[in-house]
């Protein structure tokens, strides 16, 4: 019974300690530093605004234009027939028919079904046109041309006036 006391001091001490013990060979108990809990999983990555189908290859670029030829600023496009009928989006500010990145992407179409969209913008007409979404990376954007209504943007001045020479 003489390392009775000796035990008992042991087993307070390594329970004041706070830590988990080990054991190793040459120098009995020693405090284990506590391991990292394991980094957690990684996020999903978040599905695109403009995939209308997650599993989908297909995709599509449509910029609305004017007759002129510029892009139109704020038009809105909508599928209204085929797959994904109801989705919508606005085209970019920054639009420009040079730039080869500008209009509206579509991605997540279903390949060579074929879709309706419908153009739209303040002080324009509606537009509609079939598209054929490919997986084709090279594949090329597609226009829509809207036509202006109401009164010329340039005033013509009052036509009541008669040149005077």
């Given at each position: 019974?003489r ?6 001091a042991?087993l307070?001490l ?5 830590g988990e ?6 120098t009995?108990?020693?405090p ?8 957690p999983?990684p ?6 605004a403009?995939t209308?189908?997650?599993t989908a290859?297909g995709?599509?670029?449509v ?6 030829g510029?892009?139109?600023d704020?038009?809105?496009?909508e599928?209204?027939?085929g797959p994904g ?6 085209q ?5 028919v040079?730039?080869?990145w500008?209009?509206?992407?579509l991605y997540?179409?279903?390949v060579?079904?074929?879709i ?11 537009a509609?046109?079939?598209?054929y979404p490919s ?5 090329s ?6 036509s202006?209504?109401?009164?010329p943007?340039i ?10 020479h």
């Amino acid at each position: 019974m003489r390392y009775g006391p000796l035990l008992f001091a042991a087993l307070v001490l390594s329970s004041c300690s706070g830590g988990e013990t080990s054991h190793t060979p040459l120098t009995g108990f020693v405090p284990v530093a506590p391991t990292a809990p394991p980094p957690p999983p990684p996020a999903p990555t978040p599905t695109p605004a403009d995939t209308i189908f997650a599993t989908a290859t297909g995709w599509l670029q449509v910029m609305v234009i004017s007759n002129s030829g510029a892009c139109i600023d704020g038009a809105v496009i909508e599928i209204v027939s085929g797959p994904g009928t109801g989705f919508s989006g606005k085209q970019s500010a920054a639009c420009s028919v040079w730039d080869p990145w500008a209009g509206y992407f579509l991605y997540g179409l279903v390949v060579a079904e074929p879709i309706i969209i419908r153009a739209s913008a303040p002080g324009y007409g509606i537009a509609e046109s079939t598209f054929y979404p490919s997986a084709d990376p090279g594949q090329s954007g597609y226009f829509i041309a809207l036509s202006s209504v109401g009164p010329p943007s340039i005033p013509l001045g009052d036509p009541t006036l008669e040149l005077s020479h």
